[in-house]
T-cell receptor, first 115, second 113 residues
Framework: DAMVIQNPRYQVTQFGKPVTLSCSQTLNHNVMYWYQQKSSQAPKLLFHYYDKDFNNEADTPDNFQSRRPNTSFCFLDIRSPGLGDAAMYLC??????????????FGPGTRLLVL | GENVEQHPSTLSVQEGDSAVIKCTYSDSASNYFPWYKQELGKGPQLIIDIRSNVGEKKDQRIAVTLNKTAKHFSLHITETQPEDSAVYFCAASKIQGAQKLVFGQGTRLTINP
């Protein structure tokens, strides 16, 4: 059963044309993350939502935004994609509990191509 | 901030032999160390993890060791099989609510039949 679902799996956009990537989860986890993974590199955290609280990483470009309308869904918006934004975008979730250690589950990713 | 170094970047072993991948971390406050396996075109999948209060953990053919003093941890895969071929990532984080994982650069493991 799918637990972290990302749509679409492949997305082609034009230089400068806004694009939205979608993530949903069936785990009822309260934390959702977005990572960027460029070819042959490690995933790099862009930001995360802890419940409704948005937490941006210091080096995440302003071009990247996120929305979490409810517990199950989270969106990644790229306002003006550049050629350097072509990458795999990974959504992940975890349950945060005081003093507990919880696994972070990843979705299959959306591969973004910018023309 | 945290920095994780992973070696080697590529590793090729004969089927049935063992494979070892090593990682070092910089932040002594990190207390959670997962290992992920990523197959081509897929998201990372957790294969094993270790907390800072444990020195070693084993799950069938996979084991992880942690040396907090030296700030390094290792993944050991025994009796390797062709389906073990993938990219493996180590990561480190502090458990403070959210799990902000910092990944190593990855190791491409190839199992030769």
């Amino acid at each position: 059963d799918a637990m972290v679902i990302q749509n679409p799996r492949y997305q082609v956009t034009q230089f400068g044309k806004p694009v939205t990537l979608s993530c949903s989860q069936t785990l009822n986890h309260n934390v959702m993350y977005w990572y960027q993974q460029k070819s042959s590199q490690a995933p790099k955290l862009l930001f995360h939502y802890y419940d409704k609280d948005f937490n941006n990483e210091a080096d995440t470009p302003d071009n990247f935004q996120s929305r979490r309308p409810n517990t199950s869904f989270c969106f990644l918006d790229i306002r003006s994609p550049g050629l350097g934004d072509a990458a795999m975008y990974l959504c992940a979730t975890s349950r945060a509990r005081t003093g507990r250690w919880e696994t972070q589950y990843f979705g299959p990713g959306t591969r973004l191509l910018v023309l | 901030g945290e920095n994780v170094e992973q070696h080697p970047s590529t590793l090729s072993v004969q089927e049935g032999d063992s494979a070892v991948i090593k990682c070092t971390y910089s932040d002594s406050a990190s207390n959670y160390f997962p290992w992920y396996k990523q197959e081509l075109g897929k998201g990372p999948q957790l294969i094993i993890d270790i907390r800072s209060n444990v020195g070693e953990k084993k799950d069938q053919r996979i084991a992880v060791t942690l040396n907090k003093t030296a700030k390094h941890f290792s993944l050991h895969i025994t009796e390797t099989q062709p389906e073990d071929s993938a990219v493996y990532f180590c990561a480190a984080s502090k458990i403070q609510g959210a799990q902000k994982l910092v990944f190593g650069q990855g190791t491409r493991l190839t199992i030769n039949p």
